[in-house]
C-alpha cells in the first residue's frame, strides 16, 4: 500500500491529548474546534509516517495514532476527516506490519502466522468499514446498494470523494485476499470492483497510480473477469504513472500473474526490479518502498516454495 504526499506532522503529543479531552466537556463549539484540529493533526500523521526511514519505528507509533482515533470517533461519530484516516490508518498498518510478519514468519511458525492472517483481516475490515461510514455520510444506504446494486451505487459518487472511494474499496480488496476461505466475503467481490472501476473513471492517475496498483490484483482474478493481459495493462500504466520510482506494481504482478502462471523467471526478474528502486529518489513513497522490499526479499527467500520447479 502507499503512504501519500504531504507536509510532515508530528504525532499528537500527550499535551495535546490531554487538553483535548478538558476541552471536550467545556462546549460544544470549544469541542468541535479541539476535535478538529486533534484530527486534522492526526490525519496528516500519516504523511509524516510516509517520508520515515525506520519502519520498525512506525510500526510502535501508529496504534497510538490509530486508538487516538477511535476515541475521537466515539465523540465525534461522523466526523469525516477522522472516518478517512481511520480507513487509510487500520489499512496500511495491517497490510504494512502484521500481514507481512505472518509472511515472513510462515515457515517457521504456520500456527502463529495463521494467527496474524486473522488479526490483519480483522483490521482490513474495520478499515473498510470506516470508510463505508463516511460514505455513508453524503450516500445514506450505499454499504447495502453496494452488494445488492454495486454498479448503481457507484454511479452518484463523486470526485471530491475519491480517498473514500480509493481507501474504501483498497481495505475492502485486502480483506477479500486475507479471507479467501470466507464465502461471505467473496460475495462482496463486485462491490469491489466497482469501488475501483469508479476511482479508476473519475481520476486515473490518483496518487501517481495508486489505483492502477490495486486494479493489477483485482483484474487477474478470471473469476472476477479479469485476465492477465489486463493485469499487465494496468501494471504499465501503474509504472508510468509513478515514473517507475514505486516497488509495489512488480510485487504485486510477481503474486497476481507470475506465480499462478508458474513463470519464476519473470517472478525473479520482477522482485529484483523491486529491489532496484532508490526509497530516498521519492521521499514521500520512502517507508511504502522500504515495506515493499523488505516483502520482496521474503518471497525471493521462498521461491522453492512458490514454484513447482
Known amino acids: ?39 486534522a493533526s492526526l490525519a496528516a500523521s500519516g504523511d509524516a509516517f510516509g517520508t520515515d526511514d525506520d519502519p520498525e519505528l512506525i510500526r510502535d507509533a501508529a496504534p497510538f495514532a490509530l486508538k487516538t482515533m477511535e476515541s475521537l470517533l466515539e465523540s465525534a461519530p461522523k466526523h469525516p476527516v477522522l472516518l478517512l484516516a481511520a480507513c487509510r490508518g487500520f489499512a496500511e498498518y495491517s497490510y504494512a506490519f502484521i500481514q507481512t510478519e505472518a509472511d515472513r514468519i510462515e515457515p517457521d511458525d504456520y500456527h502463529r502466522s495463521v494467527e496474524l492472517r486473522e488479526r490483519a483481516l480483522r483490521m482490513f475490515l474495520r478499515a473498510r ?55 461471505d466475503l467473496l460475495a462482496d467481490s463486485t462491490a469491489v470492483v466497482a469501488l475501483m472501476s469508479r476511482a479508476l473513471t473519475l481520476d486515473e492517475a490518483y496518487e501517481d497510480g495508486a489505483i492502477h496498483e490495486v486494479m493489477i490484483d483485482l483484474t487477474s482474478i478470471e473469476q472476477w473477469g479479469g485476465s492477465p493481459e489486463r493485469a499487465r495493462e494496468h501494471f504499465a500504466r501503474a509504472v508510468e504513472l509513478a515514473e517507475g520510482k514505486t516497488a509495489s506494481p512488480y510485487v504485486s504482478l510477481a503474486m497476481s500473474v507470475s506465480v499462478p502462471a508458474q513463470d519464476r523467471g519473470e517472478f525473479m526478474a520482477l522482485l529484483e526490479k523491486a529491489l532496484e528502486i532508490d526509497p530516498d529518489l521519492d521521499p514521500p513513497h520512502r517507508l511504502a518502498n522500504l515495506i515493499v522490499q523488505k516483502r520482496a526479499r521474503l518471497l525471493l527467500e521462498r521461491v522453492d516454495d512458490l514454484f513447482l520447479q
Not at 1 to 22: E, P, Q, Y
Not at 157 to 176: N, P, Q, S
Open 1 to 39: 500500500m502507499n503512504w501519500r504526499d504531504g507536509l510532515s506532522h508530528r504525532l499528537v503529543s500527550g499535551v495535546a491529548i490531554s487538553t483535548l479531552w478538558c476541552l471536550i466537556g467545556t462546549g460544544c463549539s470549544i469541542r468541535q474546534i479541539a476535535i478538529d484540529n486533534i484530527a
Open 129 to 183: 468499514d470506516y470508510g463505508l461510514r463516511g460514505l455513508e455520510l453524503h450516500h445514506p444506504g450505499i454499504t447495502d446498494e453496494l452488494r445488492l446494486r454495486p454498479e448503481e451505487a457507484v454511479a452518484s459518487l463523486r470526485l471530491e470523494e475519491i480517498d473514500f472511494i480509493y481507501w474504501t474499496g483498497a481495505a475492502w480488496g485486502l480483506a477479500l485476499a486475507q479471507g479467501q476461505d470466507r464465502a
